[in-house]
């Protein structure tokens, strides 16, 4: 059986009255492409928040590759190879595209030169190789989004966190961006993918979890998530 990626074990999370996660559990395996969906305020950025350590959970454990990361704070998260995009792109707007990457890579190295070539490398799998010196600022959306990618990839992450990527692009511009985070998928990095762009979500994660109220309702591969009667109310009887 492949390894283990990331355990989350009865994870709740309240902000004052209100119940934002409660009882959540799933596992993760190596390479792995999750999905997670739910409708407006079902928990999904709290989860990330969670995994990310934005937000210590009330209750429960994340344990990832066997360690218990429960309550640590994000630097040291990131460190241990968790990453993640925003879904507000909000790059260092005066600062080269490839200066905007090499400080993820600094992480690792207080090496510049050494922090520059790891974000070239990166800046060539995501496709903005040729942007390189361009100022963040002057990127379209998508290559902003592409950008957002490689700043997370900069910290080489084994796991990374995808919130909501599709948002605001056009059809082809999604199917294009998916076929870089195949690629990068295929280097090994597992993804969570937080999206309202169905279509970007069921073509691209292997196994989908559903959230509605902070609870787990369903878990399964797109096609029978998709037709699963909870997810259909869930979707119906809430306004988008
Ligand atoms: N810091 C906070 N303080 C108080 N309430 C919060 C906080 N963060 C989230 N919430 C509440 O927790 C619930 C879950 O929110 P969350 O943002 O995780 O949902 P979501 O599934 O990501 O929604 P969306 O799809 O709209 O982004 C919501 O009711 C939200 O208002």
């Known amino acids: 059986m492949a390894e283990r990626l990331l ?59 066997g360690t218990d990361i429960t309550g640590w704070p994000p630097h040291r998260i990131t460190r241990i190879g968790i990453a993640r995009t ?55 959306l998508i290559e902003k989004k592409r950008l957002e990618v490689a700043r997370a990839l900069a910290t080489e992450p084994r796991l990374l966190l995808l919130d909501e990527i599709a948002a605001g692009l056009r059809p082809a511009e999604v199917d294009r961006l998916l076929d870089m985070l195949f690629e990068v998928n295929r280097r090994g990095v597992s993804m969570i993918m937080v999206e309202h762009v169905m279509r970007a979500v069921m073509n691209f994660a292997e196994r989908i979890i559903v959230l509605q109220y902070g609870r787990k309702i369903a878990e399964g591969k797109p096609e029978e998530v998709a037709r699963d009667p909870r997810v259909i109310d869930a979707y119906l009887g809430t306004e988008e």
């Open 7 to 65: 355990v989350v074990e009865g994870v709740s999370k309240r902000f004052g009255g209100l119940t934002a996660l409660e009882g959540v559990s799933f596992t993760m395996r190596e390479g792995e492409r999750l999905g997670l969906i739910g409708p407006n305020g079902a928990g999904k950025t709290t989860l990330f928040n969670c995994i990310t350590g934005v937000y210590r959970p009330d209750r429960g454990r994340i344990v990832f590759r």
């Open 86 to 140: 925003f879904q507000i792109v909000r790059p260092l707007a005066k600062m080269t595209v490839l200066d905007n990457v090499a400080v993820g890579a600094l992480l690792h190295t207080s090496d510049v030169d050494e922090a520059r070539r790891k974000a070239l490398e990166v800046l060539e799998l995501v496709g903005l190789y040729e942007k390189r010196h361009v100022p963040a600022q002057s990127l379209t």
